[in-house]
């Protein structure tokens, strides 16, 4: 079942969201490696419908994870995301971090962006969507939107699930850098 549920808009806000050192910011190579099968359908099951949304929080969180983990960062990750929405469960479901553990918190700012800290020695990185990931998730967004108005089964709105269903596989498996940007926080300070 596809729904639209999802608010995927350009990040224009930052209103309100602590000013993180983002001129220091050192791109972090995160390792190439998209999430499993599996988390998919744990994620479809825990979040209640396939969306782009709940992918894309599946996306930022594995690559955050990963990002951290090869960074260094020690102890219990907790995570931080700036809009409440559907990338919230992908999020947690894929980092582990999940509110009912204390380990995510929301700022509900509009924002498409996952902060996640290591406990242990403080160390941080920030995971965005790419360009190409939120125009490709608004794709879906218009296209589901299309299908609505139409009736269920009709050849027509067959063939939109169909091309929302590819969207959601290229969110699922394109390689990370296509879809994630990830970024040391305070791994440099002063250092620039
Ligand atoms: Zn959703």
């Known amino acids: 079942m596809i729904s639209n549920c999802c608010k995927i808009l350009p990040c224009v806000a930052f209103a309100g969201v602590m000013a993180l050192a983002v001129s220091s910011n050192c791109a972090t190579t995160a390792p ?5 099968a599996a988390l ?20 930022l969180g594995t690559a955050a994870r990963e990002a ?18 559907c990338p919230v469960d992908g999020i947690q479901v894929a980092a582990g971090t999940t509110y009912g553990n204390a380990a995510l918190a929301v700022d509900d700012s509009d924002e498409h962006r996952l902060v996640l800290t290591a406990y242990g020695n403080k ?3 920030e995971a965005r969507l790419t360009a190409k990931a939120e125009q490709i998730g608004l794709k879906s967004r218009d296209l589901g939107n299309q299908a609505k108005e139409l009736p269920a089964g009709s050849p027509k709105r067959q063939q939109l699930e169909r ?5 959601h596989e290229w969110l699922r498996t394109a390689p990370t850098e296509d879809v994630v940007f990830v970024a040391k926080l305070n791994g440099k300070r002063g250092k620039h």
């Open 123 to 125: 160390m941080q990185v």
């Open 68 to 85: 951290l983990k090869a960074a260094g960062g020690t102890g219990k990750f907790t995570a931080r995301y700036y809009d409440l929405s």
């Open 163 to 167: 091309e929302i269903e590819e969207i």
């Open 40 to 59: 998919y359908s744990q994620l479809e099951v825990f979040h209640g419908h396939v969306c782009a949304g709940s992918i894309f929080g599946a996306r």
């Open 32 to 36: 190439n490696s998209a999430p499993v």
